[in-house]
């Protein structure tokens, strides 16, 4: 059992959680995540690392509530605990050599840009923030992005209600341009993802992404989250959840990630219904 | 050994078998003709003294036949249910020439049925050696682990397994379906191995939370055995096997196995439903995932495998049930490309096969016959062709030998390279069959109590 020892709701849908794991807590690196479990009649779903304490024994993630089992969650309160948490799973994201990078965050995203941003600064890289959300009220983790030394910190929302409108391809496209990064790291939505990858090809900047397919049990033995990378087909949990932006097979990706839509909907509509009676 | 209905069994996860009463067991084991030579010994990769339980059944004490049984196999019901015996202690059996072999199997699985049946103070629980005062970690709770931690507990070490899933089990738990092999059989004999002192870590991957190596130096154990598997499901390489519609049988049979999706929206993991389901390859695994996909409501499941029936590796009875339940053979075909719309899977285009004259080995190959594609119409692929080794753990321990297919490099006892590591099971032979596994889990055990003690 994993005791629940903080939460903080970020947004509307967005909630934060941490849970008391010492050993996970001693070996978490930046990019990689966990698979949950609340109960047992529950899935596994992966969740990747906002941050953690080596120290005071705990791990953190952030999720936003889209079907049952995030619904469920939401719900959960501190003193609450998680049945299983496994991680951490997939191999860190690199921080050697990397000088001059750029780390675009999407929505619920910015959860694993903000750990991923530290650990560059900690290695010693010069690092810009872009991060972007639909409106200012989604918009999450800003003050803790703030309180790292970064060379710029960009604020991009869709309708204008915080930081620049527009996307986080605009301000990505010109640092480009400018020739002010050698290398970028985007996490997001798929097509966000996508479109910064597409942004920094034109101008040869090496992108990595961290994606988020469906995944069971998040250790290589199931193959529910492959990709074509380069066309080959690769592992999220194992050979990932980190690759070369400009070789993944996106459209492949966004496709494969709504197979049980349909059916998540039918399960949430279920539970938000009997909500009451379930808990 | 009577058997549900296939009509009706083939809609629901209840098991196939209803087992032996105590009259048929009798029965069958009076025909055991307690060779002076028991040759169905030699035939057990775990060595059970199989005239000597059978006899203890003649003799009415089924409190000693599983005591017998529990001297060598601390799964007993498991085994009974999933061994291959017909291609192991049954076909020593002399019966085998002159007709049919004893019944081992069932019979094993009659004993240890009736040992579960007992609360657990009632159940046999082996003897235990005093304490040698070592530490062994047993990597995986698979057949390989479970074998090995019941030995190494037996010989008087403390043993801690870790799992990397939420249950213990590995494949019995994750991919052999209810319908042959009952939770509650597996967890049971799980059960009686945590009343050998056997501790049990889930949520624990090693390699990734804690390494090999760290075990060993700061987690203080004195010797580590790895049977963590075989991994990675292994794809076809045709164009088209990332649609959606396509799955490995893993991920499917662990959704329906180990996250109950037969029981969604009541339990949370959903499961693709398919109308029309291919199953490619022809073991065990693509038997389990046919007959689960029927039991799931599908209208069509074709099983789809190069070679011809008699090449199959899956056993005999399972082919069998399946064909019994509904699933269609569609022998001599080979899948060329997996074709969709929108994303999702419509069909899969085969090139019949044909088998060339026997090898000097006595294999048949099957090569394509020319211009003879066609295509199977479907809304689902399930790859069952096999799996490749998992990199996850071996990463994390640099110095393990690894063949170039990433297997660990072991003796014949289970020796690596590295002092007081030992291996067994898929992750050093490749996927093999629960008994081999667990013979090769014992066989490790011995070895490392050997390695400890000196």
Same mark, same amino acid.
């Given at each position: 059992?994993?005791?629940?020892?903080?939460?903080?709701?970020?947004?509307?849908?967005?909630?934060?959680?941490?849970?008391?794991?010492?050993?996970?807590?001693?070996?978490?690196?930046?990019?990689?995540? =966990?698979?949950?479990?609340?109960?047992?009649?529950?899935?596994?779903?992966?969740?990747?690392?906002?941050?953690?304490?080596?120290?005071?024994?705990?791990?953190?993630?952030?999720?936003?509530?889209?079907?049952?089992?995030? $619904?469920? =969650?939401?719900?959960?309160?501190?003193?609450?605990?998680?049945?299983?948490?496994?991680?951490?799973?997939?191999?860190?994201? $690199?921080?050697?050599?990397?000088?001059?990078?750029?780390?675009?965050?999407?929505?619920?995203?910015?959860?694993?840009?903000?750990?991923?941003?530290?650990?560059?600064?900690?290695?010693?890289?010069?690092?810009?923030?872009?991060?972007?959300?639909?409106?200012?009220? =989604?918009?999450?983790?800003?003050?803790?992005?703030?309180?790292?030394?970064?060379?710029?910190?960009?604020?991009?929302?869709?309708?204008?209600?915080?930081?620049?409108?527009?996307?986080?391809?605009?301000?990505?496209?010109?640092?480009?341009?400018?020739?002010?990064?050698?290398?970028?790291?985007?996490?997001?939505?798929?097509?966000?993802?996508?479109?910064?990858?597409?942004?920094?090809?034109?101008?040869?900047?090496?992108?990595?992404?961290?994606?988020?397919?469906?995944?069971?049990?998040?250790?290589?033995?199931?193959?529910?989250?492959?990709?074509?990378?380069?066309?080959?087909?690769?592992?999220?949990?194992?050979?990932?959840?980190?690759?070369?932006? $400009?070789?993944?097979?996106?459209?492949?990706?966004?496709?494969?990630?709504?197979?049980?839509?349909?059916?998540?909907?039918?399960?949430?509509?279920?539970?938000?219904?009997?909500?009451?009676? $379930?808990? | 050994?009577?058997?549900?209905?296939?009509?009706?069994?083939?809609?629901?996860?209840?098991?196939?078998?209803?087992?032996?009463?105590?009259?048929?067991?009798?029965?069958?084991?009076?025909?055991?003709?307690?060779?002076?030579?028991?040759?169905?010994?030699?035939?057990?990769?775990?060595?059970?003294?199989?005239?000597?339980?059978?006899?203890?059944?003649?003799?009415?004490?089924?409190?000693?036949?599983?005591?017998?049984?529990?001297?060598?196999?601390?799964?007993?019901?498991?085994?009974?249910?999933?061994?291959?015996?017909?291609?192991?202690?049954?076909?020593?059996?002399?019966?085998?020439?002159?007709?049919?072999?004893?019944?081992?199997?069932?019979?094993?699985?009659?004993?240890?049925?009736?040992?579960?049946?007992?609360?657990?103070?009632?159940?046999?629980?082996?003897? #235990?050696?005093?304490?040698?005062?070592?530490?062994?970690?047993?990597?995986?709770?698979?057949?390989?682990?479970?074998?090995?931690?019941?030995?190494?507990?037996?010989?008087?070490?403390?043993?801690?397994?870790?799992?990397?899933?939420?249950?213990?089990?590995?494949?019995?738990?994750?991919?052999?379906?209810?319908?042959?092999?009952?939770?509650?059989?597996?967890?049971?004999?799980?059960?009686?191995?945590?009343?050998?002192? #056997?501790?049990?870590?889930?949520?624990?991957?090693?390699?990734?939370?804690?390494?090999?190596?760290?075990?060993?130096?700061?987690?203080?154990?004195?010797?580590?055995?790895?049977?963590?598997?075989?991994?990675?499901?292994?794809?076809?390489?045709?164009?088209?096997?990332?649609?959606?519609?396509?799955?490995?049988?893993?991920?499917?049979?662990?959704?329906?196995?180990?996250?109950?999706?037969?029981?969604?929206?009541?339990?949370?993991?959903?499961?693709?439903?398919?109308?029309?389901?291919?199953?490619?390859?022809?073991?065990?695994?693509?038997?389990?995932?046919?007959?689960?996909?029927?039991?799931?409501?599908?209208?069509?499941?074709?099983?789809?495998?190069?070679?011809?029936?008699?090449?199959?590796?899956?056993?005999?009875?399972?082919?069998?049930?399946?064909?019994?339940?509904?699933?269609?053979?569609?022998?001599?075909?080979?899948?060329?490309?997996?074709?969709?719309?929108?994303?999702?899977?419509?069909?899969?285009?085969?090139?019949?096969?044909?088998?060339?004259?026997?090898?000097?080995?006595?294999?048949?190959?099957?090569?394509?016959?020319?211009?003879?594609?066609?295509?199977?119409?479907?809304?689902? #692929?399930?790859?069952?062709?096999?799996?490749?080794?998992?990199?996850?753990?071996?990463?994390?321990?640099?110095?393990?030998?690894?063949?170039?297919?990433?297997?660990?490099?072991?003796?014949?006892?289970?020796?690596?390279?590295?002092?007081?590591?030992?291996?067994?099971?898929?992750?050093?032979?490749?996927?093999?069959?629960?008994?081999?596994?667990?013979?090769?889990?014992?066989?490790?055990?011995?070895?490392?109590?050997?390695?400890?003690?000196?």
């Amino acid at each position: 059992m994993f005791p629940i020892v903080h939460k903080r709701q970020l947004s509307d849908a967005v909630f934060e959680i941490g849970v008391s794991a010492p050993k996970i807590a001693a070996k978490a690196r930046a990019g990689q995540f =966990l698979m949950v479990r609340i109960d047992d009649r529950g899935e596994r779903i992966p969740l990747t690392f906002s941050d953690w304490s080596a120290e005071e024994g705990w791990i953190r993630f952030i999720f936003m509530r889209v079907g049952k089992t995030t $619904h469920q =969650l939401s719900h959960l309160e501190v003193g609450d605990s998680l049945l299983d948490v496994v991680g951490p799973l997939g191999v860190p994201t $690199h921080t050697d050599g990397v000088d001059r990078i750029a780390i675009i965050g999407g929505g619920v995203g910015v959860a694993v840009a903000y750990p991923v941003a530290r650990a560059m600064a900690d290695a010693g890289a010069k690092v810009s923030v872009i991060i972007g959300a639909r409106n200012k009220e =989604l918009l999450i983790l800003e003050d803790e992005l703030r309180a790292l030394p970064l060379e710029r910190f960009v604020v991009v929302t869709d309708d204008g209600s915080a930081g620049i409108k527009g996307l986080v391809t605009h301000p990505l496209k010109e640092l480009c341009e400018a020739g002010e990064i050698d290398e970028a790291f985007a996490v997001g939505p798929a097509i966000m993802m996508k479109f910064c990858a597409a942004t920094t090809r034109d101008f040869s900047v090496p992108t990595t992404v961290s994606l988020n397919p469906i995944m069971v049990d998040g250790t290589g033995m199931c193959g529910a989250c492959r990709v074509s990378v380069d066309g080959e087909t690769k592992f999220g949990c194992v050979d990932g959840p980190d690759f070369d932006g $400009h070789a993944v097979d996106f459209e492949e990706l966004m496709s494969r990630q709504r197979v049980y839509s349909d059916l998540e909907r039918e399960a949430d509509a279920d539970y938000s219904q009997g909500c009451q009676c $379930h808990l | 050994m009577p058997e549900r209905d296939p009509k009706q069994r083939a809609s629901v996860f209840d098991e196939v078998g209803y087992g032996y009463t105590p009259e048929m067991a009798l029965e069958e084991a009076m025909r055991c003709l307690q060779c002076k030579n028991p040759t169905c010994q030699e035939g057990c990769p775990v060595n059970i003294d199989i005239k000597g339980f059978i006899g203890a059944i003649i003799e009415g004490d089924h409190k000693r036949g599983v005591e017998i049984l529990k001297e060598r196999n601390a799964l007993p019901a498991v085994c009974g249910r999933v061994c291959p015996q017909e291609e192991q202690c049954e076909q020593m059996c002399v019966l085998t020439k002159k007709g049919e072999s004893v019944a081992i199997g069932r019979l094993e699985r009659f004993l240890g049925d009736s040992d579960l049946a007992c609360e657990l103070d009632g159940r046999c629980v082996p003897a #235990v050696a005093p304490s040698s005062g070592f530490r062994c970690a047993v990597v995986g709770s698979g057949p390989a682990g479970l074998a090995c931690a019941g030995e190494l507990a037996q010989l008087g070490h403390a043993v801690t397994i870790f799992e990397s899933l939420h249950a213990p089990g590995g494949v019995l738990s994750y991919g052999i379906p209810e319908f042959r092999l009952p939770k509650v059989i597996l967890d049971g004999e799980i059960e009686t191995l945590s009343a050998l002192g #056997v501790e049990l870590v889930t949520d624990t991957v090693v390699g990734q939370l804690v390494t090999v190596p760290e075990l060993l130096a700061e987690e203080g154990f004195d010797a580590v055995f790895i049977g963590s598997g075989a991994g990675l499901p292994v794809f076809l390489g045709t164009p088209g096997e990332n649609l959606n519609g396509v799955f490995s049988a893993n991920e499917f049979l662990t959704r329906v196995n180990l996250l109950r999706a037969y029981e969604f929206p009541t339990s949370d993991t959903p499961v693709w439903r398919g109308r029309k389901v291919a199953v490619i390859g022809g073991g065990n695994v693509a038997m389990d995932a046919a007959r689960t996909a029927l039991r799931l409501g599908a209208e069509e499941v074709f099983l789809v495998y190069r070679r011809t029936e008699d090449e199959m590796p899956a056993r005999k009875e399972e082919v069998h049930h399946a064909r019994e339940e509904g699933v269609e053979f569609k022998m001599l075909c080979s899948p060329s490309e997996i074709v969709g719309r929108d994303g999702f899977v419509t069909g899969i285009v085969a090139t019949r096969m044909e088998l060339t004259e026997p090898d000097e080995s006595g294999r048949r190959a099957p090569v394509c016959v020319m211009d003879s594609e066609f295509t199977i119409e479907c809304d689902t #692929v399930i790859s069952a062709v096999g799996t490749r080794a998992n990199p996850l753990l071996s990463k994390a321990a640099p110095e393990l030998e690894l063949t170039k297919r990433g297997y660990i490099v072991t003796d014949d006892d289970g020796t690596t390279n590295m002092p007081g590591v030992y291996a067994g099971g898929d992750i050093v032979t490749g996927a093999a069959t629960v008994i081999l596994a667990m013979g090769a889990g014992k066989k490790a055990a011995v070895a490392m109590d050997r390695w400890l003690r000196n």
